[in-house]
């Protein structure tokens, strides 16, 4: 769908249904959701930071019926969806049960911080991270998580709002999920769709993923507000599929030839379709999911080895 604004802010896109929308969506510039009606409603996600959460819960005042907070859902773990659960901890806060687990196993606030603190002495990863993550503030933060969790399916009604809460994890996390509203033709899809530059996956495997954009294609919606970027409409997801075909048929070549990750993300990347200096960055988590994926390969990721490498590839000598 063309004609909406990528702006700042929130934006409403049904009656009682707002995006908080936060360009350029780059990393860590998240959208977030607002429900309300009959005096409910209901947050999905919030920011990196409580400066930024605050930010946004302020322009939602704004919204009748908005404050108290009943409901707040994680689509997923990722700091940038959830280090400011903590402003909304007198709200139910939901979640899938494998991204309620993550909260005790992936990256704190405290973690980022330290990372910060010694970045200065990390050679060119320090100075990817102090240039990526140094414009939020991780002090003070008090991981706060899901009160509520779910798996598979779960109903909520804010007001007379009927919201359907869908997992489809392991896609771009192991426990990602969705805000669906029928009623309305919303969906919030979490970073399951990402519509600015490429989508990305740390863990995959890409059938997961790929089912989960099926089943988005398979729902009745006319605004689809993605995890980053602008908002869209289910083109936004086959768009992601497109991507996820046409980069999983090149990985596979470059696996069979024997050519390391990192080497095959920047072929793709500079002869590809995806040329974007976004996508490249994103090209090189992606290969080596898809790597991890075509080998069998069931370990974590080496999530800092990786940003060592897009950070090699992005801080000049
Ligand atoms: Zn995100």
Redesign the pocket.
Same mark, same amino acid.
């Given at each position: 769908m063309t004609g909406w604004e990528y702006a700042k802010g929130l934006h409403p896109v049904k009656e009682g249904v707002y995006a908080y929308l936060v360009p350029p969506g780059l990393w %860590?510039n998240?959208n977030c959701g607002l429900i309300v009606d009959g005096g409910e409603s209901l947050v999905v996600d919030t920011r990196y930071d409580l400066e930024l959460t605050g930010e946004m819960l302020k322009s939602m005042e704004t919204v009748p019926g908005a404050v108290p907070v009943n409901y707040l859902v994680n689509t $997923?773990i +990722?700091g +940038? !969806?959830i280090f400011g659960n903590q402003l909304l901890k007198d709200a139910e806060i939901i979640a899938s049960k494998t991204c309620t687990k993550e909260f005790k196993t992936e990256i704190t606030p405290q973690g980022y911080a330290e990372i910060l603190e010694n970045a200065p002495n990390l050679g060119k990863f320090g100075q990817y991270f102090i240039q990526t993550f140094s414009q939020f503030h991780f002090e003070g933060i008090d991981m706060t998580p899901p009160t509520r969790s779910f798996e598979n399916r779960m109903e909520l009604k804010i007001g007379n709002k009927e919201i359907n809460l869908i997992e489809v994890g392991p896609a !771009?996390t192991k426990g990602d999920s969705m805000v669906y509203i029928p009623g309305d033709k919303v969906l919030f899809a %979490?970073?399951v769709v990402?519509s600015t530059g490429a989508p990305v996956s740390w863990e995959g495997p890409l059938d997961s993923m790929i089912k989960a954009l099926d089943l988005i294609l398979s729902l009745d919606v006319e605004v689809l507000v993605p %995890? $980053?970027g602008p908002l869209g409409d289910k083109s936004a997801a086959q768009k992601n599929k497109d991507y996820w075909e046409y980069t999983a048929g090149e990985a596979i070549k470059f696996y069979d030839q024997g050519m390391p990750a990192v080497e095959a993300a920047e072929r793709i990347s500079a002869t590809g379709r995806y040329r974007s200096e976004q996508q490249a960055i994103l090209n090189i988590i992606n290969i080596h999911m898809l790597y991890r994926d075509i080998s069998g390969d069931q370990t974590p990721p080496d999530k800092p080895g990786i940003f060592g490498q897009i950070a090699e590839m992005v801080i000049p000598d």
């Open positions: %860590g998240s $997923h +990722d +940038d !969806h !771009h %979490g970073d990402i %995890g $980053h």
